[in-house]
């Protein structure tokens, strides 16, 4: 079934067409990946989804309701959680309770039962437990109590991505989480990824790290200037002419990927 339908979205920036008359689909309980050269408009069809940027025509719609134009806060609360390209934690703050930032939302709910007595001291312990189940799911409850700016770089991608995972989504979408990463480190990453997806979540990853994109998604999408030069499983993506070109075009230009 698909979970998030994407029809013929189209940004620009000036003249800058960023994302092109996009279409595409993300099947309930997959993982696809998004790739593509630099600027070929990842992060910007990332911030369209998720209320950060404005689309200038066409539309997204996840389980049957209309996506773009949204608030940041509303997309979360319908369950489309994001990270960023640039980790942003909350510094002063340790890993677990840059996690409970992301529960927050759901603890709200929590309030309105709190105010029909319920209590809300078990809230918060029921938020606290979820924290720490998260921060196990990502196999980093060892940070647990160091402050954000102590945590070392790969450490600090995945308290991100358990403070997205906290906010419940069904739609995770992450912008980059191997940038940085050594090879151990982003071993780890693919098997969180998997652990994520068993526990439900569905997971679009923007990622320029091949072997990690081949290994965990079951779909590709590539991005070239704004454009679908294609999309399909691993092996088709890998021998895809449109594809090699596009990546070997950058080369020329620029030795980034
Ligand atoms: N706020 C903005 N104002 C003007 N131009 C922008 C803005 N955001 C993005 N762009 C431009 O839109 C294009 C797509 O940028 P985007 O960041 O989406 O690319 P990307 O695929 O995420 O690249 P990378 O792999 O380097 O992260 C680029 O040419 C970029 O310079
Ligand atoms: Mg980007």
Redesign the pocket.
Known sequence: MSLLKVSHVT?R??G?T??DDLSFDVHEGSIKAVI????????????LLTGF?RADSGAATFLGGDLLGRRPDTVVRRGVARTF?NTQLFEELTAHENVLVGVEPSLRAGFVRSALRIGIRAEERDARERADHILRLLDIERWRDVIAADIPHGVRRSVEIARALATGPQVLLL??PAAGLNGAETQSLAAALYRIRDHGATIVV?E?DMGLVMEVSEEILV?D??RKIAEGPPLLIQKDVAVIEAYLGEEVEDD?V
């Open positions: 940004k920036f000036g800058l960023a994302v593509g050269p630099n600027g070929a408009g990842k992060s910007t069809l990332f911030n940027d390209q912008d980059e923007v320029h991005l200037r704004g980034d």
